[in-house]
C-alpha cells in the first residue's frame, strides 16, 4: 500500500487534476476530428452545391409560381384516406421551402444506351439539349446532387455535358432547371432519397407514360379548354435501370399572359406565410363567400372532370398538388386548371390507336390498364376531396364557417354535371354511394362507345367528315 505525505498529497493533486483535464481535451480533439470526418462522408454522399441564388434571375412571370411551390406549401391531408407526404430524409439544401438554387450535373448519353420517349418539335427537341454526333444521337441525361452515386458508374462513362442550375418544387425531385442563358424548364429527376418510405427514383414505365399520354392529350380534341394539360414531351432511361429515368416539362407560357398566374391547389390554403391565406384573401368583401368558391373554383372544375373522363377517357390524380389554378392579376380564379405530371393520369385507349404510343415494357404495364376502373375512383374520392376538399374545409371552419362539407357539395356537382354531359338516368345515385356507381357507369359508357365504333366505322367516318 502506497503512503502519501500530506505534502505529497497535494502534488499528486494538482498532478491529477493536470491530467483528467489534458485528458478531457484530448477527448474533444478525437471527437472533432471523428465529426469532421463524419461531415466530411456526408458531404460525399450529399455534395452541397449550393448557388448564390441572387445570381439567378428567375422571369417575373414565374415569379409567384415559384413563391406558391416553395412557400407556400402545406402537404396535410386526410389521413384516412391518404398516406401523409414527408420531406424528411432529404438535404436541407434541396428542399423546397430552403429556396436555394443548385448546380445539376449533366452528362452526354448515346442513343443506343437508352430507352427513349419522345414526340419530336418540342422546345427541348429544338434546343441544345439532344446533339448529333457522327450519324448517332447523344442526350442530356441531368443528375440531381443526391443521386450522383446512384449514377457514379454512367458519370464515369459518359462524356460531361456541363452544369445547370436548379431549385426545387413542391415536389422535391422535380425541379425548375435554367441553362443561365434564359432558358427555364421544368425537370422531373430521379431522386435516391427515401420519402415517405418509397426511394423516389423513377421508373421506367412512368417516363415512357408521361411522354405517351403528352402524346395522347394532343392528339384528341381537348373536350373541356378549362383544364388544361402541361406538356412532357421528352423522357428518357438509361438502359438496364428499371428506375432512374427522367422526365422533361414544358412551361405553359400561355397560362401567364396578361398579369395571369399558376399555383398549386395547396397553396390557396397554406397558413406558410401568415393567416391571411390566398383563399381568405379571395373570398374577402365576396357576399356569399361559400358560393364564390363553388362557382369560381369547384363547378368549373367538375365539369371539366365530367368532360375529360367522359369524352376523352381519361382521369388524373387531382390532388392539390398537382392540379394549379389560373390565377388573374388580381388573385382571383379565372376558372382554368392546369394539369401536370402525366405519369399520374390514367387512360382507356379502347378507342385511340395505341400503335403511337411508346413503352418500354407493355402498354398494359406501362400505361396502367388494369387500374382504369380504380383510378376513377382514386381521382376524385382520395386525391380531390382527401387533399384539397378536406383542407379547405377545414380553413373555412378557421375563417368560422363552421357548419360547410364542400365534398356533399361537389359530389352532388359531379352527379349533376354527368347527368347533363350524358343523358343518364342517375335514379339510385347518391353522394353517399357516388363514386362506385359512377365508376361503373363510366366503364359502361366505354364500353358502349368502343361497341359503336367498332361496328360502325363508316357511320364514324361520316360523322368526322361529312363529305365521305
Known amino acids: ?42 458531404h460525399e454522399r450529399f455534395p452541397s452545391q449550393v448557388y448564390d441564388s441572387d445570381k439567378v434571375k428567375v422571369p417575373k412571370y414565374l415569379q409567384k409560381l415559384l413563391f406558391a ?94 452544369n445547370f442550375l436548379a431549385t426545387s418544387t413542391s415536389s422535391s425531385r422535380t425541379v425548375l432547371v435554367t441553362d443561365q442563358k434564359g432558358s427555364f424548364f421544368f425537370a422531373k429527376l430521379s431522386l435516391d432519397v427515401e420519402l415517405g418510405g418509397v426511394v423516389r427514383t423513377i421508373p421506367k414505365s412512368e417516363v415512357a407514360r408521361s ?39 414544358e412551361i405553359p407560357k400561355e397560362a401567364f399572359k396578361n398579369g ?15 393567416k391571411n391565406t390566398l383563399l381568405k384573401k379571395m373570398i374577402s368583401g365576396q357576399k356569399d363567400p361559400i358560393n364564390f368558391i363553388k362557382q369560381k373554383i369547384l363547378a368549373p372544375f367538375a365539369k371539366a372532370w365530367i368532360d375529360w373522363a367522359v369524352d376523352a377517357d381519361l382521369v388524373m390524380e387531382a390532388h392539390a398538388q398537382n392540379v394549379l389554378i389560373q390565377l388573374d392579376k388580381n388573385g382571383l380564379p379565372t376558372g382554368k386548371f392546369y394539369h401536370r405530371d402525366l405519369g399520374g393520369f390514367n387512360a382507356d385507349f379502347s378507342n385511340y390507336d395505341t400503335t403511337k404510343l411508346p413503352y418500354f415494357t407493355s402498354i398494359t404495364e406501362d400505361y396502367h390498364l388494369k387500374f382504369n376502373d380504380q383510378a376513377i375512383t382514386q381521382s376524385l374520392r382520395v386525391y380531390f376531396e382527401g387533399g384539397f376538399l378536406f383542407n379547405v374545409n377545414n380553413e373555412l371552419k378557421r375563417l368560422g364557417h363552421k357548419s360547410i362539407d364542400l365534398r356533399i357539395y361537389f359530389r352532388e356537382l359531379i352527379i349533376k354535371e354527368f347527368k347533363n354531359k350524358t343523358q343518364t338516368n342517375m335514379r339510385g345515385v347518391t353522394t353517399n354511394n357516388l363514386y362506385n356507381s359512377l365508376s361503373n357507369k363510366i366503364r359502361r359508357l366505354r364500353t358502349t362507345k368502343q361497341h359503336f365504333l367498332g361496328t360502325c366505322p363508316s357511320l364514324l367516318l361520316k360523322m368526322i367528315d361529312p363529305t365521305r
Open 1 to 42: 500500500m502506497l503512503n502519501l505525505t500530506s505534502e505529497d498529497s497535494d502534488k499528486f493533486n494538482v498532478k491529477s487534476l493536470i491530467y483528467i483535464i489534458l485528458f478531457y481535451l484530448l477527448t474533444i480533439v478525437i471527437s472533432g476530428c471523428s465529426h469532421h470526418r463524419d461531415v466530411k462522408s456526408n
Open 69 to 162: 411551390e416553395q412557400l407556400l406549401i402545406d402537404r396535410s391531408v386526410d389521413e384516412q384516406l391518404i398516406m401523409p407526404p414527408t420531406i424528411t430524409g432529404q438535404g436541407v439544401q434541396y428542399r423546397p421551402e430552403s429556396q436555394q438554387w443548385f448546380k445539376v450535373k449533366s452528362i452526354w448519353i448515346p442513343e443506343d444506351d437508352l430507352q427513349i420517349a419522345e414526340i419530336p418539335n418540342s422546345f427541348f427537341h429544338n434546343s441544345k439539349f439532344i446533339k448529333k454526333l457522327n450519324g448517332k444521337r447523344y442526350f442530356k441525361f441531368l443528375i440531381h446532387p443526391e443521386s450522383e452515386i446512384f449514377y457514379k458508374k454512367l458519370i464515369d462513362k459518359y462524356k460531361n455535358a456541363g
Open 211 to 249: 411522354v405517351g399520354l403528352t402524346q395522347y392529350t394532343d392528339d384528341i380534341q381537348s373536350p373541356n379548354q378549362s383544364f388544361q394539360i402541361i406538356r412532357e414531351p421528352l423522357g428518357i432511361n438509361p438502359k438496364g435501370f428499371d428506375r432512374g429515368g427522367q422526365i422533361l416539362r
Open 260 to 274: 395571369k398566374t399558376l399555383v398549386p391547389l395547396f397553396s390557396l390554403y397554406s397558413t406558410a406565410s401568415g
